[in-house]
């Protein structure tokens, strides 16, 4: 059995030696591309507000940094760790602005 989500996310379930196992997929391809698309577009030197948007981040691989640190996105203490995470060369792919985040 499986279920899709409005973000895209398919949550498949299915029972393995008696224990309901969860897995978690989600195409995260449009926000890569989503995200490339506003990088380009956007200047470092135009003029920001007190908030702009920097990043867009699926909600899978939220999922999957908090399941391999053990932190909870929904923990304020936590989430500042999680965005420490996300500021790593190895998740720009999901920035939208070159700029300091």
Same mark, same amino acid.
């Given at each position: 059995?499986?279920?899709?989500?409005?973000?895209?996310? *398919?949550?498949?379930? /299915?029972?393995?030696?008696? =224990?309901?196992?969860?897995?978690?997929?989600?195409?995260?391809?449009?926000? #890569?591309?989503?995200? /490339?698309?506003? %990088?380009?577009?956007?200047? %470092? #030197?135009? %003029? =920001?507000?007190?908030? /702009? /948007?920097?990043?867009?981040?699926?909600?899978?691989? #939220?999922?999957?940094?908090?399941?391999?640190?053990?932190?909870? +996105? +929904?923990?304020? @203490?936590?989430?500042?760790?999680?965005?420490?995470? #996300? =500021? *790593?060369?190895?998740?720009?792919? +999901?920035?939208?602005? @070159?700029?300091?985040?």
């Amino acid at each position: 059995m499986s279920t899709k989500s409005p973000d895209g996310m *398919r949550t498949a379930y /299915h029972e393995e030696e008696g =224990k309901m196992i969860v897995s978690y997929e989600q195409d995260i391809e449009a926000v #890569l591309k989503a995200n /490339h698309e506003q %990088r380009a577009a956007s200047s %470092r #030197l135009a %003029r =920001k507000g007190d908030m /702009h /948007h920097v990043m867009r981040v699926p909600t899978v691989v #939220l999922m999957q940094i908090a399941q391999q640190t053990g932190l909870d +996105f +929904f923990n304020p @203490d936590d989430a500042k760790q999680i965005l420490e995470i #996300l =500021k *790593r060369p190895e998740y720009a792919a +999901f920035r939208t602005y @070159d700029g300091q985040i």
